[in-house]
C-alpha cells in the first residue's frame, strides 16, 4: 500500500463567538512503488470520440490517428473499448485485454468511424458505463473527446447519466476546437473527477492524449475518500479540491452515517499531493472553549473494505486575544486568494461576454493582481491573452480587442489551476 | 474490526466505535469522565485527546492549575485564569537545606510555545540552583537565569511564525534573613511586611523605560498602548540575558510574594495584595489560593501565579543553616528611600564552609 501523508493547516484560534472553522489538508502519497491497492481487475480505460457530423474532415482524421496512435501505447495488461459518439453511442470496440491483436482489430475499428449525425452524449456515456461495470474495482478511466455542444434535448438525461456514472468511472474530458461548450464539458468533468482541457488545433491531440493515458496508467489507487466527521449540529460550508486545481466537491458528498460524509477523490497516483479546503461552521463557543470541529481521514476502498490511510484534526479554541484569532494561516489564505481568482475569471470572462466592459475590467483586473501575488505564472501568462496588463500589482488592466476564442477558452477551462503554496 | 458492544464493522484503527461509541480496545483507554456537560453524550464518546464524539467540544478537563506546598509557610500556586484556553505561567519552588528558592516565568502569549518558554525557563533554573550552591546567591541567580536563558533558546520554533518561544522570569533565594531577587520582564516580587510593605522589583516594561528616560510623564505612558509591552525576556531573539538584582534584609517578619501580571493587573500595590493574602494561620497555599481566587473572581483574563514564603526572622542563635554570600556591592535600590534597607554585604562568611549539612540534596 502506498504511504499516504495527512496534514491540516490552519488558525485554530477563534474569536469569542465565532462559528466558521476553515482548514486546508494536504495529503501527499510518496512514490514508494508498493503492490497497487484497490486494483481488483486491473485498470480499464475507456474511449469516447465525437463522430458527429462537425467532427468531419481534418479533426475527425486528426482523431483518428492520434487515437490510433494512444491504442499503440496501452500496457498489454488493461482492458480498454472505443465507443463511437453521435446522436447514439456505439461501441465499435468491446472492453478487451489490450494485446497485440486486440489493439490491431480496435485501430480497424477506429478507422471506420465516420462522421455524421447529432451529439447526445447521454448516451455514449450509457455504452461506456456498461462497459465499465464489468470490472469490479480497480483504476476506471475514460477519455471523452467531443467538438461541439450536446443536443439539448438530451440536457436532463444527460444530468441522470452522470449520475449513474459517478463512482463507477473517472473521465477526463477534452473540447477540441472552439465550438464545444466550457461549462458543459466541465460539469462532466467536475462530477466525474476528471480534468478538462481544450485543444485548440487538432495537431495537438496527439501530445495531449499521452499525457491523459500516461495518467492513467500511473493510478495505483482506484478509488478513495476524503472523509470528513463534524460535531453534532455543525455544517460542512464547503469541501474544496484547491489543488492542483479547484474542484468543488460539496455537493458530491455522500453521507456515510450522522456526522460523517464521505467526498470522492476518485483514483490516487503513487506519487501526488493534493489539497483540500474545509469550511465547517460550528456551533459557537466561548473563550476557553476548545473544540474538535472536523476529523479529516483519506479512506481508500480496496473491493468494498475500507481503510483509513491519513487523518489530521480541525480543532477551535475560542479566545479573546484578537491577535491570535484575527490572523488568516497562510495556507488558507492562499487558496481562498487562488479560488477567488477562479471566480474573478469565470465572472469577469462573462461579463465581457455580456458586453459590460467595466465590470469585465475590474474584475479581470482584480484576477490579474491575484495571479501576480500569488505567483500563479500559468493563469497570469493566460490572463494576458485577454487583457492588456498596465499594473499587474494594482490589477490595472485593460480589455483586449480582438481576443481569439481559443485563448478565451482556454482561460476560462483553465482558470482552476492553482499555484501550490510557496514553501516558506 | 466488529466492535464488541454493537457488533459494527471498524476500520481496524478506530479507538472508538462511531456507531455506539465503545472503546473498540485498541488503545488504552480513557480515563473516566462524566457525561458531556454540553451535550450528555456518556463518559465512553470522548476521543483520547478528550474531545466529545458527539458535539466535538472539549470535556470539562482538568484545569490547568499547580500547587506546590513545601510547608505550612513555603507555597505557591499556578492557574490558568478564566480566559486563556492554557496556562503559559510556570512556577518552580523548593527549599535546599534551609534555602528557600523561589520561580516565576509568564510565557509571553505572543511567542511561539510560551507554555513550553516558561516551563523551560522555570525548570533549567531550578536545576541550576539546585546543582551550584557554592557560590553567593546573586552568583548563582545569574547562573540560573543564563541556563533558563538557554533552555528557552534551544526551543524548537519556526523563524516565519512569530517570534520565537520567549518568557518572563523572576527568581528569589532566601537565605536566613536576606533575599536576593533577580528578574527579567514583568513578572514581580512583593515583600508584605506591614509598613514596610513594598514592590522589590522594577519591570522591564516600556513604561517603566519611557519614564526613566524622561520622554513622557507615568501618567502619559500609562496610557500608550505600549504601556505595557516588555523590553526584556528570555528568549532566542532577546541575546544572553542581563538581569536585575536586588538583595533586601529580612530581619522583619513577612511575606516574599513572586507574581506574574495575570494577579499584579488587578492588584499592585503591596499593601493591597498584603491584605488580599490574608492571615498565615492555614498555611501559605491559603495566602496563595487567596491571591489566585481574587484574580479570578476580577475576571481571569491572564493566566495567575502566586509564589508565597512567610519568613521568620531567624535570630542569630538559630541561624544554623544559611548562608549567603552576597559579594561585592551592585544591590539596586528599589527606590530613593527604600523602606526595606537592601544590604550590601553580610558578615558570614566565615562561618559559610562549616555548614555539615551543606552538600545535602544536591
Redesign the interface.
Known sequence: MANFRAEVFQNQFMADGASEVHAIMTVAVDGAPGPVAGIGSGKMFGILCDVSGSMSGEKMHAAKDALSKLVQLLPEDIYFFVVAGSAVGQLVFPAQLATADNKSRAMIAIRGMAAEGGTVISTWLEQALGQFQRQQGGVKQALLITDGQNDETDARRLDQMIENCRGVFQCDCRGVGTDWDVPQLKKIGTKLLGTVDIIAKPNEMDADFKLILAHAMAKSVGEANVRLWTPVGAKILFCKQVSPEIADLTQLGRTVKQQVTDFPTGSWSGSESRDYHFAIEVKPGSVGDEMLAGRASLVVVESGNETKVAEARILAIWTDDEAKSTRIERHVAHYTGQADLAQSIQDGLEARVRGDSDKATALLGKAVKIAHESGNEATAKLLRTVVDVDDAATGTVRLRRGVAKEDEMALETRSTKTKRVQKS | MLCQNCNADM????AFC??CGSPLGNTTPVETLPPCVR?GAPASAA?E?G??N?????REKVREHTEIVIDAGFAGVTDQG????HNEDSLAIAELDGTKILIVCDGV??SQDAAAASKAAASSALASLQTDPKDSAEHRLRGAIRSAWHGVADLPY???EGDPPSTTFVAALVEGNLATVAWAGDSRAYWLSGEHSKQLTIDDSWLNDTVAEGKLTYEEALHSDKAHAITKWLGADAGEPEPSIVTIDLSQPGVLLLCTDGLWNYAEEAGKLEELAGSNENGAIEMARRLVDFANCEGG?DNITAAVYVHVPVTEQQEVHPIAVVPEPEAVPVEEEPAVELKRKRTTFDRFWFLPSFQRGT
Open positions: 476500520p481496524t484503527d478506530d462511531e456507531e451535550c476521543d485527546e474531545f466529545c458527539e458535539c466535538g467540544f472539549r478564566k480566559r486563556h484556553a502569549s505572543s519556526t523563524m516565519s483574563r
